[in-house]
């Protein structure tokens, strides 16, 4: 028996050397066979016995001993640094990094000082608003890359509608005129680009229209105009919107 416990032992040994050794300990190994996720998907955080997980771009914390999950923001009290938010925003420019051309449509100036990403809704009064003031952000230098992300999901008279926006010839044109409230009409068309939009919405957690999402990976839940965004862009600060807000 002793002999048999002896092996045990020795085994578990060897299994957490080998974890060490692809710079994964024991601990998030069995924490991440715990969630079903890959290990290098957890990390330490700041906290003793607490470990950061991230699925996508979003941002938990589980205990050592995978009791307790927390969903909430770390502060550094000393610098003032939302060390969560910072997080959030590194994986999410990850995943704008992924984006392709295609599947957005882009109203840029030739040369922007500033990208930003922006799940829009055709129907939302806010997302009007902005695209409306669209073209003052693209001549102080912002470009502009709209994805749909309508309100009631797919398959809604929102989603209809960005469908005929998206299978037009000219999809900027159509976007400005379904936007000033002008029906579009379209022949069908490949639709399936147009989802990537609303998956990667779905992806960032946005549960509201318009989002903005900048170039550095701040989630801008709600409008602004463009005098304040510009400001913010430049700063590269944490989003306060004041004006306005999601549908």
């Given at each position: 028996?002793?002999?048999?416990?002896?092996?045990?032992?020795?085994?578990?040994?060897?299994?957490?050397?080998?974890?060490?050794?692809?710079?994964?300990?024991g601990?998030?190994?069995r924490?991440?066979?715990?969630?079903?996720?890959?290990?290098?998907?957890?990390?330490?955080?700041?906290?003793?016995?607490?470990?950061?997980?991230?699925?996508?771009?979003?941002?938990?914390?589980?205990?050592?001993?995978?009791?307790?999950?927390?969903?909430?923001?770390?502060?550094?009290?000393?610098?003032?640094?939302?060390?969560?938010?910072?997080?959030?925003?590194?994986?999410?420019?990850?995943?704008?990094?992924?984006?392709?051309?295609?599947?957005?449509?882009v109203?840029?100036?030739?040369?922007?000082?500033h990208t930003?990403?922006?799940?829009?809704?055709?129907?939302?009064?806010?997302?009007?608003?902005?695209?409306?003031?669209?073209?003052?952000?693209?001549?102080?230098?912002?470009?502009?890359?709209?994805?749909?992300?309508?309100d009631?999901?797919?398959?809604?008279?929102?989603?209809?509608?960005?469908?005929?926006?998206?299978?037009?010839?000219?999809?900027?044109?159509?976007?400005?005129?379904?936007?000033?409230?002008?029906?579009?009409?379209?022949?069908?068309?490949?639709?399936?680009?147009?989802t990537?939009?609303?998956?990667?919405?779905?992806?960032?957690?946005?549960?509201?229209?318009?989002?903005?999402?900048?170039?550095?990976?701040?989630?801008?839940?709600?409008?602004?105009?463009?005098?304040?965004?510009?400001?913010?862009?430049?700063?590269?600060?944490?989003?306060?919107?004041?004006?306005?807000?999601?549908?």
């Amino acid at each position: 028996m002793r002999n048999v416990l002896r092996l045990l032992v020795i085994g578990l040994l060897l299994a957490t050397a080998a974890s060490h050794a692809d710079g994964i300990t024991g601990v998030q190994a069995r924490l991440a066979k715990l969630l079903g996720i890959p290990a290098a998907n957890i990390t330490p955080a700041p906290i003793p016995d607490l470990y950061r997980v991230t699925i996508g771009p979003q941002v938990a914390y589980i205990t050592a001993d995978g009791r307790y999950i927390v969903r909430g923001d770390i502060i550094d009290v000393h610098s003032g640094e939302n060390l969560t938010a910072s997080s959030r925003a590194k994986l999410r420019v990850t995943y704008l990094k992924k984006l392709q051309p295609a599947d957005m449509i882009v109203f840029s100036p030739p040369h922007p000082k500033h990208t930003i990403t922006v799940l829009t809704d055709i129907d939302c009064e806010y997302c009007r608003v902005f695209e409306q003031e669209r073209p003052q952000l693209n001549s102080m230098g912002v470009a502009v890359r709209y994805m749909f992300y309508p309100d009631e999901g797919m398959n809604s008279p929102s989603w209809r509608k960005a469908l005929n926006v998206w299978c037009a010839k000219d999809r900027n044109t159509a976007l400005e005129q379904a936007m000033h409230g002008y029906p579009v009409k379209s022949p069908q068309c490949d639709a399936a680009s147009m989802t990537v939009g609303y998956q990667f919405g779905r992806m960032m957690g946005v549960t509201g229209t318009p989002a903005i999402i900048t170039d550095q990976g701040q989630l801008i839940p709600g409008y602004l105009p463009p005098a304040s965004l510009v400001a913010l862009l430049n700063e590269g600060s944490q989003p306060h919107p004041k004006s306005g807000g999601s549908r």
